[in-house]
C-alpha cells in the first residue's frame, strides 16, 4: 500500500524531468566531455609560454644586476669619482664650510 502512493508521486516527477532533460538536450550539452577541448589547451599553452618567459625575465634581470653591481664595484675602486654620462670623471665636491660661532653678550 505504501510502495503505491509513493509511485503515483514519483512517476510523473520522474517523467517530467526526463522530458525536461530531452528539451535541454537541444540547447545545452547535457552529456560529459571528456578530454582536453581546444580551449582548454589554448590556455594550458598559454600559461606554458608565460612561464617560459617570466623565467627568461628573471634570468636577464639577474644578468643586468650583476653588471651593475660590478661595473659600481669598479668605480668604487677608483676612488670617491664617478664618470658622468660621457666618460669623463666628476669628482664630488666639498661640503660647505660650517658658519662662524655667534658670541652672545
Known sequence: ?????????MLPFMATFA???????????????FGFSERRMQHFQEMQ????????LRQENERLKNKFERRMADRWEVGDEMSGPDGEMLSVPPPPPMPAPRIKR
Do not use: D, Y
Open 49 to 56: 609560454r608565460l612561464r617560459i618567459e617570466n623565467e627568461e
Open 19 to 33: 522530458l525536461g532533460v530531452f528539451i535541454a538536450s537541444f540547447f545545452v550539452s547535457v552529456g560529459p566531455r
Open 1 to 9: 500500500m505504501c510502495n503505491k502512493g509513493w509511485l503515483k508521486k
